[in-house]
T-cell receptor, first 115, second 113 residues
Framework: DADVTQTPRNRITKTGKRIMLECSQT?????MYWYRQDPGLGLRLIYY???????NKGEISDGYSVSRQAQAKFSLSLESAIPNQTALYFC??????????????FGPGTRLTVL | RKEVEQDPGPFNVPEGATVAFNCTYS??????FFWYRQDCRKEPKLLMS???SGNEDGRFTAQLNRASQYISLLIRDSKLSDSATYLC??????????????FGKGTSLLVTP
């Protein structure tokens, strides 16, 4: 079984709809991240969370919100989807040893299309 | 200017060739460096960390030059299975970003028979 899972894997929606992307992990990591990937732009950070009570904005948080329901779950919401939010979305997790950053493990991605 | 810059390629090389990718970063206080590999339509996966002393893992060698703010990845004896996009990744020195990764746009490699 995959350590980091994302649902749905693919989603097509219409402008103005509310969409939630979910991420779950069984790695026991404290840190979770949401990135989006666009052709020619690489991966960019949307939000990140150090633990259940900690949520932080990333580089491109406008139009998105997140919820850390439990250590293992981190969901990303698009309150009112717009076409330029069409992208590949990745959830990632990491832990820290002695305060140092470690490898991040990515989920398989959610391909979102907003018409 | 993006913090992490890579030559996007594509690099088309024959099997058995040696190929090198370069990456530059703008934040001189960056503390951690990695190469990730991403196959088409898949998630990025860690290939190797990059240390100041340089490090090698089989056919792969990574180098870091802090003075020039430059990272490299050398692949020897290329295999068809090496075809992928290679992402240069830098983590800033401050923990305020949650140690989120700064990605380059990636360099595409195609190894041909």
């Amino acid at each position: 079984d995959a350590d980091v899972t994302q649902t749905p894997r693919n989603r097509i929606t219409k402008t103005g709809k509310r969409i939630m992307l979910e991420c779950s992990q069984t790695k026991g990591h404290d840190r979770m991240y949401w990135y989006r990937q666009d052709p020619g732009l690489g991966l960019r950070l949307i939000y990140y969370s150090f633990d259940v009570k900690d949520i932080n904005k990333g580089e491109i948080s406008d139009g998105y919100s997140v919820s850390r329901q439990a250590q293992a779950k981190f969901s990303l919401s698009l309150e009112s989807a717009i076409p330029n939010q069409t992208a590949l979305y990745f959830c990632a997790t990491s832990d820290t040893i002695s305060g140092a950053p470690n490898e991040q493990f990515f989920g398989p991605g959610t391909r979102l299309t907003v018409l | 200017r993006k913090e992490v810059e890579q030559d996007p390629g594509p690099f088309n090389v024959p099997e058995g060739a040696t190929v090198a990718f370069n990456c530059t970063y703008s934040n001189s206080a960056s503390q951690s460096f990695f190469w990730y590999r991403q196959d088409c339509r898949k998630e990025p996966k860690l290939l190797m960390s990059v240390y100041s002393s340089g490090n090698e893992d089989g056919r792969f060698t990574a180098q870091l030059n802090r003075a020039s703010q430059y990272i490299s990845l050398l692949i020897r004896d290329s295999k068809l299975s090496d075809s992928a996009t290679y992402l240069c990744v830098v983590i800033p020195a401050d923990s305020n970003s949650g140690y989120a990764l700064n990605f380059g746009k990636g360099t595409s490699l195609l190894v041909t028979p």
